[in-house]
């Protein structure tokens, strides 16, 4: 087969890893990639979200499956431009549907699903400019932090959580009035404020099976402790060592189940991944938020644990077969630590020389933001590398990771020392 990936990120480059290990990938391209799939697959120069060059390149290539990394492609619904043009729909896309992409795309949407389906999530309202001075006075009648959520897409950015009334007031009039997230929050979703332990749990579903898939925890903040600004992500786990049977039976029965049997019984088409961001409150695992895609850097954890084929995954998800393959997973634990440049996730510089990568052994450096300069892999993102390790605990997965990455060096290198700290 020969399979296009869309995507540039770390995720991709996981993608990519995986399923050039199965014998059915004979090709594999990569639109646009980065410098490490630019080792491993062939780069193609074409967005994700041209849709026209995406079927020319389809057509040109006799591309037999499609497997989308980012959530912008599917929340623009490139599995509906396929399923509605007689040249490509023959063509599997690895992705929900327009209307099932609103899940990440429609933080009101997916609250409207998960009270309709009657899945835990916190209390919450949606506002818009004109109905800001309501939004204020539902502020008055929370507990802080104050949870503040843009309703669109806003590169993992739209959120923000506050101690303060008055600045939360503040901050709503600046997001619906001012456009702060531009077109993103001109409706905001106030939400109450859940405390507890996060853990990300990873759903491959064909819209009526589905595969529960390895659990992973990420660290969103740039600073030790988990303090500071948040970021993609700056390193993750998996397994998450307090998901245990008890636990992953609550989530499977009160969550994934109700999820999967809410798209059916909302006509949703959904062939792809469901990514739930779950908070667990004194035991009780609640929704936080759906992705329709595979979490960054959780991929990078995650994917190194399949041992099946991913390739005969995704075509028994084309072919609403899931329930007819298995899925056989690394018993062993993995763990994942960005490597990110200086100033992220603020302003930060690109183009500097990366060395060290080739001095790595017993890890996996997985490429986010690289690009090859003169056959050179210099800087080309905030989220630079991502070196994964296996351990038969987390602790040791974690200590090989750091043993490799003090083996890298570029200019204004930064990462967190802390990656694991709370699971102690």
Not at 175 to 200: H, P, Q, R, T
């Amino acid at each position: 087969m020969t399979i296009l990936l869309l995507g540039s990120g770390g995720r991709e480059h996981a993608l990519a890893y995986k399923l050039l290990q199965s014998p059915s990938c004979e090709k594999l391209l990569v639109a646009p990639g980065n410098a490490g799939t630019a080792g491993i697959a062939t780069n193609v120069a074409v967005n994700p979200t041209d849709f026209e060059a995406i079927k020319a390149l389809v057509l040109t290539e006799s591309i037999d499956m499609v497997v989308v990394g980012p959530e912008d492609p599917l929340v623009h619904g490139i599995y509906d431009f396929f399923k509605n043009d007689n040249q490509i729909n023959h063509v599997p896309v690895i992705g929900p549907s327009k209307l099932g992409a609103q899940l990440e795309g429609s933080k009101e949407f997916a609250k409207e699903f998960l009270v309709k389906h009657q899945i835990p999530t916190a209390a919450y309202a949606s506002f818009t400019a004109e109905t800001v001075a309501q939004g204020c006075e539902f502020l008055t009648t929370l507990q802080p932090p104050y949870v503040l959520k843009a309703d669109g897409l806003a590169a993992g950015k739209g959120v923000l959580i506050l101690q303060d009334l008055q600045e939360a007031q503040n901050e709503l009039r600046n997001m619906l009035v001012n456009a702060k997230f531009g077109a993103a929050s001109s409706k905001v979703v106030i939400e109450e404020f859940l405390d507890g332990i996060e853990l990300s749990c990873f759903v491959l579903t064909d819209g009526k099976n589905y595969k529960l898939l390895p659990t992973a925890k990420d660290y969103k903040r740039i600073g030790e402790g988990d303090t500071g600004l948040n970021t993609g992500g700056m390193g993750a786990v998996s397994p998450v060592p307090f998901a245990d049977e008890v636990l992953m039976g609550k989530i499977e029965s009160r969550i994934v189940k109700p999820t999967v049997a809410g798209l059916q019984q909302d006509g949703i088409e959904y062939k792809g991944f469901v990514f739930i961001g779950l908070i667990i409150v004194k035991g009780e695992p609640m929704v936080i938020e759906y992705n329709v895609r595979m979490g960054d850097p959780e991929t990078e954890v995650v994917m190194p644990r399949i041992q099946s084929d991913l390739v005969a995954l995704f075509q028994a998800v084309a072919e609403q077969k899931l329930d007819e393959v298995t899925l056989t997973i690394d018993p062993r634990s993995a763990t994942t630590i960005m490597v990110v440049s200086g100033g992220y996730p603020e302003e930060y510089d690109k183009g500097f020389a990366i060395s060290g990568i080739e001095n790595i052994s017993d890890s996996i450096v997985f490429h986010a933001g690289t690009k090859l300069e003169n056959g050179q892999v210099v800087t080309n993102g905030g989220r630079v590398l991502a070196v994964t390790s296996f351990g038969t605990t987390y602790q040791e997965a974690i200590k090989k990771s750091y043993q490799n990455i003090n083996k890298l060096h570029f200019d204004k290198m930064y990462f967190r020392k802390d990656i694991g700290f709370d699971l102690a």
